[in-house]
């Protein structure tokens, strides 16, 4: 087994000795031999003890030139291999440097640094991609202004984009070749530069900012698809419309410039005023994209969007420093979606994500703050800690702080820091300051990993008017971290009263209570609230108002009343899930006992009240009738998990509930059917989403009238959303007549590499014992291309990541599969493949022999030769 190299720490942070103040590359693009050169004006940081040794960050590339203030730099005055140049002696003061280096755009599979994708040259540098590109002090505190000279063949790439405004641009006398310049003046780190070279196809808008100032906005596309980029440009006007309205925050540049390219590790990327985006979050429209799809496309454009100015004008110290950009900018965006959309739907789909990825992360061996202190490979951190919990804590701060208390907070934080590489030191005090709130115990949510549990336990007495709430919390230990300390909580909550509605109360003793937040601040808090007319039902945690497990006794009748009654939306929705869950869990243990599990009475009852209720909009009573997942399940159980068990339990309760619903299911059903024009708005797709989850629910008892609704509902379809719910709920229940409706979905789709991804992502999911030699045909299917991160992740990355029984195959023979084909790709994309095996997070829950069997697995990977640094982490940590 390979040994890491030693491990990067936050407390070994230092200013660099040298900085950057101008950068002027020129590229000479060629498919396999382009030449760059950079020329930089550097200068010694004049508070930093330094030896005269300069060293500029690479990773394989080859040095072809070097000049010191323009004259050839003598053989012994550096070193240079692929990953690091070397000035022996660098000068005292200002010099200018300039390096010529050669890179292979064609062969470069990592799709870090400059790439190939479908004949487009682009680049992708966050977190350390630009050192493949150049010699540099490739890190974020190191901020340059940027000229950009792109040459290529005309015919090769007839748009050439950078950062920046445009500059000057023309043919070269006498060649086949023109050339472009950018040129960004906002001072930025390396991993926000970017270029982009192609033959390209693109739509324009424009944007009038409210200063006055008038915004050329372009999406480029392969070209063909410019009417798929019409969703994602309005998108982007609603943005830039809202982050004025909301935070004060305005575009800079004359032009804003989005690049949909098919080749991308991530979902999409920042770069100053030249974005580039994964084509899965541009393209768009009816037939070939679902309402997820669209809602996806607005909220990652949003994102990006923000970035602009919690990112790019205000970025990072350094990478430990990842969550003050991405978790500040993740609640950025999900506000927007929940302005754009329904707040109370957001926020279900926003908690059922974050419990669904970033719960596991947090409590198992991957676990680490929303701020990590040490890292070895930094790709590796783009994590849901770092992002959804990151945007969970900042949501936190709002509560804590009140709307206007956080809004001034924000307000000083931009007038502060616009130009800096900054902190969560920073941010925070800048909250402080604004507000003159102590947030000295609220930080610990930044440096303490482990999903905290909160308990709760209530008591009425009757004679007295007063309820007792007694509010406990612990924060479990987590890789490094033994011992926790108690975290500052805002819990939002209410009182509900025999007649459903928020009771008030006189006084409250034992702790601080704000307007309808708890402030929850010690290891156990007993709070007494006097003057209560009535037992009431606690709600608790109302909006989710703080990542937290909280468990509360409390009856089935009480979280049927809450489902019933309560004012919070997403309490209503809680409490549903709570009483599936308790079902399910339940079932599943029955299940492993051999008996038959039975369905609650009352969790029926509030699943029909919720479907009955017209008042309630169709998107939420979609979400309160969806389970409880089997991935939910397991986390629940927390140890000896059989996934088996669990898929029984839960296919069981299904049919409880769709035969116990009767034919309400049908009806309603039939009420929803559309009048066949599509609107891709929250209101209609809230209806798709109902009558499509009835149709699964119906499903539920494959019966024949059942699987000839769901086939009639996927030959009549009009949109992508419809077709795909029907082929999925098929799929889900294994019908064989799945089969057929699957090729004749592919044949439709044939020349479409993103729909066919969803096709890829059905066939790996489907939970049947045939499924694994499926995927393994499919790795050869024409429709799959083993480079392409998007194709892997939906063939590979759904089996591994969403198919709970089959990847978890008593026999490990999904294991073994996961296991070599991350051998392979690894040679090929460290990135992609390292993010694949975050599946096994969370060996160590199954039961003794999958648990063997997984760690048979890992155990192997780790063995292997010349494993990249990317899978090389994420499999020492996973095993540790
Ligand atoms: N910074 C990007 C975002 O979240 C994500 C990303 C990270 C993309 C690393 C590429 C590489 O907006
Ligand atoms: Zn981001």
């Known amino acids: 087994m390979k040994t890491e190299a030693a491990p990067f720490r936050l407390e070994d942070y230092r200013a660099p000795a040298f900085t950057i103040d101008t950068v002027e590359l020129d590229f000479q693009l060629a498919p396999s031999a382009t030449r760059v050169t950079a020329r930089l004006a550097i200068r010694p940081n004049t508070d930093e003890a330094r030896s005269g040794r300069l060293e500029l960050a690479g990773d394989e590339i080859t040095l072809k030139g070097l000049k010191l203030d323009g004259a050839p730099l003598a053989q012994g005055r550096y070193t240079a291999t692929p990953s690091l140049l070397t000035l022996h002696d660098a000068p ?83 060649t086949d070749r023109h050339f472009a310049i950018w040129h960004d003046p906002f001072p930025k780190p390396s991993y926000l ?151 109370a739907v957001k926020r279900i789909a926003d908690v059922r994500t ?94 303490q990993a482990g999903t905290p549990q909160v308990s709760a336990h209530g008591s009425y007495d009757e004679a007295a008017r007063s309820y007792r709430l007694t509010l406990t919390q612990s924060t479990p230990a987590t890789p490094g971290q033994s011992r926790k300390q108690p975290m500052h909580m805002p819990i939002r909550f209410g009182l509900i009263g025999p007649n459903g509605e928020d009771m008030a109360f006189d006084a409250v003793r034992g702790g601080r209570v704000e307007g309808d937040v708890i402030h929850l601040t010690e290891a156990s808090q007993t709070l007494v609230f006097e003057g209560v007319g009535a037992r009431p039902v606690p709600s608790l945690l109302r909006g989710f108002s703080a990542p937290v497990r909280l468990a509360i006794d409390i009856s089935a009748s009480d979280l049927l009343f809450q489902v019933r009654t309560d004012a919070d939306p997403f309490n209503r929705w809680q409490a549903a899930q709570t009483l599936a869950m308790r079902n399910l869990v339940a079932g599943t243990h029955e299940q492993i006992a051999g008996r038959t599990p039975k369905a609650e009475p009352a969790l029926i009852d509030a699943l029909g009240s919720v479907l009955d209720n017209e008042a309630l909009e169709p998107a939420f009573r979609a979400q309160v009738l969806q389970l409880p997942s089997e991935a939910d399940i397991a986390r629940e159980l927390g140890e000896d998990v059989d996934p088996d068990a669990i898929a029984t339990a839960r296919r069981e309760l299904r049919l409880a509930i769709s035969t116990g619903l009767g034919d309400r299911l049908s009806r309603h059903y039939e009420a929803l059917s559309g009048d066949g024009s599509f609107h891709p708005d929250a209101a209609s797709a809230g209806r798709r989403a109902l009558r499509n989850t009835l149709l699964d629910l119906l499903l539920a008892r494959r019966t024949p009238a059942a699987t000839a609704a769901a086939l009639r509902h996927f030959e009549t379809a009009d949109n992508m959303t419809d077709r795909l719910a029907a082929l999925s709920a098929m799929t889900q229940a294994a019908l064989p007549e799945r089969r057929a409706a699957l090729d004749a979905f592919h044949a439709r789709y044939a020349d479409d590499a993103l729909v066919l991804d969803k096709w890829l992502a059905l066939e790996a999911t489907a939970p049947a014992a045939e499924t694994l030699d499926r995927v393994k045909a499919l790795l050869k299917h024409p429709s799959y291309s083993p480079n392409n991160p998007n194709r892997v992740r939906a063939l590979v990355g759904s089996f591994a990541g969403a198919n709970q029984t089959q990847f978890n195959r008593k026999d490990g023979a999904g294991y073994d599969f996961l296991a070599d084909f991350a051998l392979d790709l690894d040679k090929r994309n460290p990135q992609t493949t390292a993010r694949l095996l975050v599946s096994f997070r969370s060996w160590r829950a199954l039961e003794p022999v999958r648990r063997a069997r997984a760690e048979a697995a890992l155990r192997r990977i780790a063995a292997a030769e010349n494993l990249s640094p990317d899978t090389l982490d994420i499999v020492t940590r996973t095993l540790a």
């Open 354 to 447: 974050l419990q669904a990825r970033q719960f596991p992360e947090d409590g198992g061996p991957l676990a680490h703050p929303v701020r990590p202190e040490i890292y070895h490979e930094i790709s590796n951190f783009y994590t849901p800690t770092v992002y959804e919990k990151g945007a969970e804590v900042v949501r936190m701060l709002k509560s804590v702080l009140g709307p206007d208390g956080f809004r001034k907070g924000m307000d000083l934080y931009v007038r502060r820091h616009d130009g800096d590489a900054a902190t969560i030191e920073d941010f925070l005090a800048s909250f402080a300051d604004a507000t003159g709130t102590d947030l000295g115990q609220f930080k610990l949510w930044y440096s």
């Open 193 to 343: 530069f970017a270029m982009v070279a192609g033959d390209l196809g693109v739509i324009t808008d424009r944007f009038t900012t409210q200063s006055g100032r008038d915004v050329e906005l372009r999406i480029y596309c392969e070209h063909g698809k410019e009417a798929r980029c019409t969703y994602a440009m309005d998108a982007l006007k609603r943005s830039m419309k809202w982050d004025e309205e909301v935070f004060g925050l305005e575009y800079d540049l004359d032009i804003f410039v989005i690049v949909a390219v098919s080749d991308f590790n991530m979902g999409a990327m920042e770069n100053k005023g030249l974005n580039v985006f994964n084509d899965k979050y541009v393209l768009a429209d009816p037939d070939t994209a679902t309402d997820a799809d669209y809602a996806n496309v607005e909220g990652v454009i949003a994102h990006e969007y923000f970035h602009n100015w919690t990112g790019n004008r205000i970025t990072c110290r350094d990478w430990f420093q990842l969550c003050l950009k991405e978790g500040l900018t993740v609640f950025r965006d999900q506000e927007f979606s929940s302005d754009m959309r329904s707040r």
């Open 92 to 174: 005292n003061g200002p010099f200018t440097l300039e390096i010529e280096t050669e890179v292979d755009p064609a062969a470069n599979t990592k799709l870090m640094g400059l790439y190939r994708t479908t004949g487009t040259y682009c680049t992708q540098c966050e977190a350390e991609g630009f050192r493949r590109i150049t010699y540099f002090l490739d890190r974020p505190d190191v901020l340059a202004v940027y000229t950009t000279r792109l040459e290529a063949a005309k015919a090769d790439a007839p748009i050439l984009l950078a950062n920046g405004n445009p500059g000057e641009s023309g043919d070269i006398a006498g």
